[in-house]
C-alpha cells in the first residue's frame, strides 16, 4: 500500500557513470516532484511534472534529464555522474488541486 | 522569491519539556506554510499545514502551530516532548497559486530528546 516509492533506496557508482533513479507514486496524483537534501539536509526543487508536462525546472544542470511516461511515473536520468551529484533524492506527488506534496522513501546516491 | 530561516539547526529537550522549534519566512504574499518531520534514513512526513482560517492549527502527534502574519512567522510546538520525537523537523512555504506549487524549504532543526 505504499503511496510514494522510488526505486533503488541506495545507490553507489562510479564518477562519470549514467544512472537513473525511478519514482511512482498510487495516490491517483497528477503533478509530481524531485528534490535534492544535500550531505547539509538542506533540500531543494529541481523538477515537477503536471500530467507528463514539465513546469518547474530549477537551474539543474542539463545532465539531468527527468521523464514522465505517465502521471503516475516520474524518473530522474543522471548522466556523467559527478560526485556533487552525491545526495538524496525525494520524489513527492500531489494531486493538481490540492496542497500538501507526499515524499518517498529517498533515494541515497554516493558517487565515488 | 520566498526564503525561510529556522532559528537553531539542533535544539536539545529533555523529556516531556515544551518543544519550540521557530520558523520565519519571507514572502511577497502570505504563503502557504508546512511544517515536515524526517525521521533517520526516511521520507518526510507532513505533521501539520495553514492554508488559510484559523491560525493556529493542529498536527499529528500532538503538534502544532500558530502563523503569525505580522511577524512572518510559523513556531511549531509540543507541549511536552517525547523520545520518539527525536527527528528533522522542516518548516517549508509554497506559493498560493497553484502553479508549480514548489517547496521552499527551511535549513531543518534537529531535535535531541534526552530522557
Known amino acids: 500500500d505504499t503511496a510514494v516509492s522510488q526505486t533503488p533506496k541506495y545507490l553507489v557508482t562510479q564518477m562519470g557513470n549514467d544512472k537513473s533513479i525511478k519514482c511512482e507514486q498510487n495516490l491517483g496524483h497528477d503533478t509530481m516532484y524531485w528534490y535534492k537534501q544535500d550531505s547539509k539536509k538542506f533540500l531543494k526543487i529541481m523538477f515537477s511534472y503536471n500530467n507528463k508536462e514539465l513546469i518547474i525546472n530549477e537551474t539543474v544542470p542539463n545532465r539531468f534529464s527527468p521523464k514522465s511516461p505517465d502521471k503516475a511515473h516520474l524518473n530522474l536520468h543522471i548522466n556523467s555522474l559527478e560526485l556533487g551529484d552525491s545526495a538524496v533524492y525525494f520524489c513527492?506527488?500531489?494531486?493538481?488541486?490540492?496542497?500538501?506534496?507526499?515524499f518517498g522513501p529517498g533515494t541515497r546516491l554516493t558517487v565515488l | 522569491a520566498q526564503s525561510v530561516t529556522q532559528l537553531g539547526s539542533h535544539v536539545s529537550v529533555s523529556e516531556g519539556a515544551l518543544v519550540l522549534l521557530r520558523c520565519n519566512y519571507s514572502?511577497?504574499?502570505?504563503?502557504?506554510l508546512f511544517w515536515y518531520v524526517q525521521y533517520p534514513n526516511q521520507g518526510l512526513q507532513l505533521l501539520l499545514k495553514y492554508t488559510t482560517g484559523a491560525t493556529l492549527v493542529k498536527g499529528i502527534n500532538g503538534f502544532e502551530a500558530e502563523f503569525k502574519k505580522s511577524e512572518t512567522s510559523f513556531h511549531l510546538t509540543k507541549p511536552s516532548a517525547h523520545m520518539s520525537d527525536a527527528a528533522e523537523y522542516f518548516c517549508?512555504?509554497?506559493?498560493?497559486?497553484?502553479?508549480?506549487?514548489?517547496?521552499?524549504f527551511g535549513g531543518g532543526t534537529r531535535v535531541l530528546v534526552k530522557p
Open positions: 513527492a506527488s500531489r494531486l493538481q488541486q490540492g496542497v500538501t506534496q507526499y
Open positions: 514572502s511577497s504574499v502570505p504563503p502557504y
Open positions: 517549508a512555504v509554497s506559493p498560493p497559486e497553484a502553479a508549480g506549487n514548489k517547496l521552499t
